[in-house]
């Protein structure tokens, strides 16, 4: 497949490559089939970061699966930072009173949205509340967050791909990767 190269040209490294995001979501859906075997399971997505992590484990799971969507953003904050004052663009569109129910998110960096999420959606009386990230930066916790799967742990290095963004763009590069430093001069504030 010829591949376009301004895609990528802004990708200092590539952290995770394409082949190790799929096997990590297949041992992950296989994980999660096997704990919640026998139990039909509603994945919860935060947008728009975990859309692809979403979409691909939602399919490497085998059980009867709901999916409900929501999207949050954080007040102020900047590109790079989280604020931790959260705002619901997005709610639930069904109920989950009684529900095992599992996060999906891209990743945990502070901690302030999980600790937001996990505080509202305990309010809606799931039978169970869990999270699944994909990505894991502890050294920049601020909250304690009880993360039942990890995909991967990684160094504090702004990354982007497979969802995540910078200024809204390379949501959809296949790999997750370090930009150059200078993209970020040059989208200051986007
Ligand atoms: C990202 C990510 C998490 C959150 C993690 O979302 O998807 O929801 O930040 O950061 P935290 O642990 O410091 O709170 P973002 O606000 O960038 O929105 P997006 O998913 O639409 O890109």
């Given at each position: 497949?010829?591949?376009?190269?301004?895609?990528h040209?802004?990708?200092?490294?590539i952290?995770?490559?394409?082949?190790?995001?799929?096997?990590?979501?297949r041992?992950?859906?296989?994980q999660?089939?096997?704990?919640?075997?026998?139990?039909?399971?509603?994945?919860?997505s935060?947008?728009?970061?975990s859309?692809?992590?979403m979409?691909?484990?939602?399919?490497a799971?085998?059980?009867?699966?709901?999916?409900?969507?929501?999207?949050?953003?954080?007040y102020?904050?900047?590109?790079t930072?989280?604020?931790?004052?959260?705002?619901?663009?997005?709610?639930?569109?069904?109920?989950?009173?009684?529900?095992?129910?599992?996060?999906v998110?891209?990743?945990?960096?502070?901690?302030l949205?999980l600790n937001?999420?996990?505080?509202?959606?305990?309010?809606k009386?799931?039978a169970?509340?869990?999270?699944?990230?994909?990505?894991d930066?502890p050294?920049?916790?601020?909250?304690?967050?009880?993360?039942?799967?990890?995909?991967?742990?990684?160094?504090?290095q702004?990354?982007?791909?497979?969802?995540?963004?910078?200024?809204?763009l390379?949501?959809?590069?296949?790999?997750?990767?370090?930009?150059?430093?200078?993209?970020?001069s040059?989208?200051?504030?986007?």
């Amino acid at each position: 497949m010829s591949e376009d190269a301004s895609l990528h040209a802004d990708v200092a490294e590539i952290l995770l490559t394409e082949d190790e995001i799929q096997a990590k979501v297949r041992a992950l859906g296989a994980q999660i089939g096997a704990d919640y075997a026998g139990r039909p399971l509603t994945l919860v997505s935060v947008l728009k970061g975990s859309l692809p992590f979403m979409a691909d484990l939602m399919r490497a799971i085998e059980l009867p699966v709901r999916i409900d969507l929501m999207e949050v953003s954080s007040y102020g904050g900047s590109a790079t930072e989280s604020s931790g004052l959260v705002r619901i663009l997005k709610d639930l569109s069904a109920s989950i009173a009684d529900e095992d129910v599992l996060i999906v998110e891209d990743i945990i960096d502070t901690g302030l949205t999980l600790n937001y999420l996990v505080r509202y959606l305990r309010g809606k009386a799931p039978a169970s509340l869990r999270i699944c990230t994909l990505l894991d930066k502890p050294a920049r916790r601020l909250v304690e967050i009880p993360v039942d799967y990890t995909g991967f742990t990684i160094p504090d290095q702004f990354v982007v791909g497979y969802g995540l963004d910078y200024g809204e763009l390379y949501r959809n590069l296949r790999y997750v990767g370090v930009l150059k430093p200078e993209v970020y001069s040059e989208v200051a504030g986007g």
